[in-house]
């Protein structure tokens, strides 16, 4: 149980537990509030049309069913619910995780090549949003250090219009996932992948702030060359910035090891500790506070006329309401169309929204299952789609889950999603009034504040794991990350994905056939280790091949060869062309060829393809097999004698 969380929550997303029954939601009183227990699934109301997997009544009831206002506004249901007591929570959870996202924003606008600006643009459309459309009460939507990371190859100060137009492009894709029901296909990108790509992003924007907190001017984006322009140019490092960037990453980390400190429940904590608990939940406003005041009064008293590196000057007032560029914009009185701005994003439009999605989704399970409530996939998707389309009119760049403030927003005791609507008030009057102070924030506190919050995205448990358990995905892992430095994050992810696909089909170009041999090699069993599939067609011909080679160099004749199917659980139309030409060769050697076991499917395919494998002969078991009579010159009827139990697992001397 988190500590700082007290034992039985009260939430209209999330019940207080019965005393009758403790430890465990009633059913009744769960299903009343809108959510079901896991080992539940939701009761069908009259009409519904339910679309687990589309089943029996197709694509037309998956459509009806996404389009039921009940299923799709899921603030309907907790809402009927709502107290001052969840009220009073919210408005102390949604002002906590403001004082987060204020700025981290405007430091991970910074990563993406965007003005300051921009990042609290990206922070207050999103939870509104998702207020409405969320499942999750802990979510919190807005942009993160490694969406930023990938959307700096496409934006910039000069151009933001490519990261707007990614907004609208990512939310349509989500939105589009959800509403055809495509979630599945996340399945594809394994987790060594998606921990080596965190892995590999979190190097490169920790080192990416190393400019900024040194001071250092540094032009190259990808990691080498960064790493060779701030060596060669370190004799100009800015010592007012490098001091305050330190002593800010110093107070940032010592605060991150209190607030892991072991805590009472807030309930129980003395006043001390929940000071300790304030200071550190804020820990990134109250630092980036206290070094933009020290940076005014020396710029005020005449300290350090070098100065410090500023953030500048930052727009104020409520960012301006257009569509997104879908007709292109102009720069410098010269048009940029549409099609030259596809051009220049290309992957773009499939990285961005995938990996909105990953981050999301994942946050989402993780919190629902700490705290003991049950989320929508598909709804998910659908929320942080039409937060990306909505933010898209307001000059936001592509937002997603933030792992930091959706802990922050868990540990603040949030009720319902109505706490984001609050985080969103604030932001929207830190713009209003708060814009003109922003000019004093050094850029080296920022630096420090994304350092000390991405160091950790850096899973080397993870590296270690996978060394004692499965090496093929340690090797996943480290090339994801290693070609995440090497070239750049989208290409890293990129080449990641591909390497897992083709390490995860190999094995379907490799039959793994096993066979035995008995009665002095006039018989021989074989069987698959899994499903047979275009792939291994030709390898399957040739090991036959092999077989029959072996036999004759053996001198054995070869009278009846019995295929094993019952590991096969699939088998296409080209490897029945290939058996079927394996029992042809069998033919002209004087054997024969017949099968065994097998699931209903697969023998079914087996023998409807009559036309290419005419000759299919199929028996429940190796017994039946083995007694029918064969042809004159095979006439002895063989059985298997107790001596002669076939077990493949001590064979391994006959492992193709």
Not at 313 to 336: E, K, M, Q, R, Y
Request: overall charge negative.
């Amino acid at each position: 149980a988190d500590p700082l969380v007290p034992a039985a929550r009260t939430s209209p997303m999330a019940p207080e537990l019965p005393q009758s029954h403790p430890g465990r939601l009633d059913g009744d009183e769960a299903r009343e509030m809108g959510i079901f227990l896991k080992e539940e699934t939701p009761p069908l109301d009259d009409g519904d049309m339910s679309c687990a997997s589309c089943g029996p009544r197709g694509l037309r009831s998956c459509c009806l069913d996404f389009c039921d206002p009940r299923s799709r506004l899921p603030c309907l249901k907790w809402m009927r619910n709502y107290s001052l007591e969840f009220l009073t929570r919210d408005v102390l959870a949604g002002i906590t995780v403001a004082l987060t996202v204020i700025p981290q924003g405007m430091a991970y606008a910074l990563v993406a090549g965007l003005p300051p600006v921009y990042g609290l643009y990206s922070s207050f459309v999103g939870p509104v949003v998702y207020m409405a459309l969320g499942t999750s009460k802990d979510v919190t939507l807005g942009p993160t250090a490694v969406m930023s990371l990938i959307l700096s190859a496409y934006a910039s100060s000069t151009h933001p219009e490519y990261a707007v137009l990614l907004t609208f492009t990512s939310g349509l894709v989500q939105t589009l996932v959800a509403v055809l029901q495509l979630g599945f296909l996340l399945n594809f990108v394994s987790h060594p992948v998606i921990s080596g790509f965190t892995s590999g992003a979190a190097v490169l924007i920790a080192f990416g702030q190393v400019k900024d907190l040194t001071g250092i001017h540094v032009t190259e984006s990808h990691l080498i060359p960064q790493i060779i322009q701030t060596v060669q140019n370190v004799s100009t490092v800015n010592l007012a910035d490098l001091i305050l960037g330190l002593v800010c990453l110093v107070v940032l980390l010592v605060l991150r090891q209190l607030k892991g400190a072991d805590l009472l429940p807030k309930d129980s904590m003395t006043v001390a500790q929940k000071v300790r608990w304030l200071l550190c939940t804020a820990s990134n406003a109250i630092v980036v506070i206290a070094a933009s005041l020290f940076v005014f009064v020396t710029i005020q008293l005449g300290w350090l006329p070098g100065g410090f590196t500023l953030v500048g000057h930052v727009d104020s007032g409520f960012p301006p309401v257009s569509l997104p560029p879908l007709g292109g914009f102009t720069h410098n009185a010269t048009l940029i169309p549409l099609t030259d701005m596809a051009a220049d994003i290309k992957a773009g439009f499939v990285i961005v929204p995938l990996l909105g999605i990953l981050e999301s989704i994942a946050i989402a399970k993780a919190f629902s299952r700490k705290n003991r409530y049950r989320i929508d996939p598909t709804q998910e998707l659908l929320a942080m789609g039409a937060a990306n389309l909505a933010s898209s009119f307001f000059q936001s760049y592509a937002i997603t889950g933030s792992f930091s403030r959706t802990a922050v927003n868990s540990q603040s005791n949030v009720a319902t999603p109505f706490g984001g609507v609050f985080t969103s008030l604030i932001v929207v009057l830190s713009l209003l009034f708060l814009a003109p102070a922003f000019q004093y924030i050094p850029k080296s506190s920022l630096g420090a504040l994304i350092i000390a919050a991405i160091i950790f995205n850096f899973d080397y448990r993870l590296f270690r794991q996978l060394w004692k358990v499965r090496k093929v995905d340690l090797f996943c892992m480290a090339f994801t990350c290693v070609m995440c430095w090497v070239t750049n994050a989208e290409t890293g992810i990129i080449s990641g994905i591909a390497v897992s696909l083709l390490l995860s089909l190999a094995p379907l170009a490799s039959p793994n056939m096993q066979h035995r041999s008995f009665r002095r090699g006039r018989v021989l069993l074989v069987k698959f280790a899994h499903g047979l599939s275009f792939p291994a067609s030709e390898i399957i011909v040739d090991q036959f091949s092999q077989l029959i080679s072996d036999s004759k160099r053996n001198k054995t004749r070869l009278e009846h060869v019995i295929v094993d199917l019952g590991n096969v659980w699939q088998i296409d139309f080209a490897t029945v062309a290939c058996l079927a030409e394996v029992e042809l060769l069998l033919r002209l050697e004087g054997a024969e060829m017949t099968f065994i076991q097998g699931s209903h499917p697969v023998v079914q395919t087996l023998r409807r393809a009559d036309d290419v494998f005419p000759n299919f002969t199929h028996f429940p078991t190796l017994e039946e097999a083995l007694a029918v009579p064969r042809t004159p010159a095979r006439l002895e009827t063989l059985e298997l004698g107790d001596d002669e139990d076939i077990d493949f697992a001590d064979e391994a001397e006959d492992t193709v």
